[in-house]
T-cell receptor
């Protein structure tokens, strides 16, 4: 089954701290791993993404670490700010034929950054 | 501005009624998707379409129907056969053969 397991379900971090969210997958055919950020009442927005040929990708305060052998990837938010408070979803993409890809999402992590 | 527009933002339906959620995009994307979001469940794929007049079932298609008569439009009908329709529905689109999906702002459907 094409599952992506995400943890923790919720996370509380002090302002300025590091937020870490983890995801694991089973299907080695997944070849693209994005993270989405969702604010209440809004649709998810792409935050950062990585392909399995790279072990780390950094964009500003956001870093994805990818461990292909362990089939795990994680999101690190450095210097976490109250404005980062949102729900974060990891996802994995697989080719579904005819030039199309399907995303499988984790169940989400609700991050709260407290002052 | 290019983007995906979902309407309405909130929708109430009586049990036993069908209801149609609208999704329009002006990004010139070929692929469009419908997801359902429930608390603690992540996003689950209902239907997707890669080209006009063609669509495929996702993981939870039962009780839903779609059409793709125009490239920019992908309406979702929640039928009375859907046993638990109250949820947040998200429409997305992408360029075929491109993995990045763009989402609309969602429609919250409540059955009363």
């Amino acid at each position: 089954q094409q599952q992506v397991k995400q943890s923790p379900q919720s996370l509380i971090v002090q302002k300025g701290g590091i937020s870490i969210i983890n995801c694991a997958y089973e299907n080695t055919a997944f070849d693209y791993f994005p993270w989405y950020q969702q604010f209440p009442g809004k649709g998810p927005a792409l935050l950062i993404a990585i392909r399995p040929d790279v072990s780390e990708k950094k964009e500003g305060r956001f870093t994805i670490s990818f461990n292909k052998s362990a089939k795990q990837f994680s999101l690190h938010i450095m210097d976490s700010q109250p404005g980062d408070s949102a729900t974060y979803f990891c996802a994995a993409s697989i080719y579904s034929g005819a030039g199309s890809y399907q995303l499988t999402f984790g169940k989400g992590t609700k991050l709260s950054v407290i002052p | 501005d290019g983007g995906i527009t979902q309407s309405p933002k909130y929708l109430f339906r009586k049990e036993g009624q069908n209801v149609t959620l609208s999704c329009e995009q002006n990004l010139n994307h070929d692929a469009m998707y419908w997801y359902r979001q429930d608390p603690g469940q992540g996003l689950r794929l209902i239907y997707y379409s890669q080209i006009v007049n063609d669509f495929q079932k996702g993981d939870i298609a039962e009780g839903y129907s779609v059409s793709r008569e125009k490239k920019e439009s992908f309406p979702l009908t929640v039928t009375s056969a859907q046993k638990n329709p109250t949820a947040f529905y998200l429409c997305a689109s992408s360029i075929v053969a491109n993995t990045e999906a763009f989402f609309g702002q969602g429609t919250r459907l409540t059955v009363v």
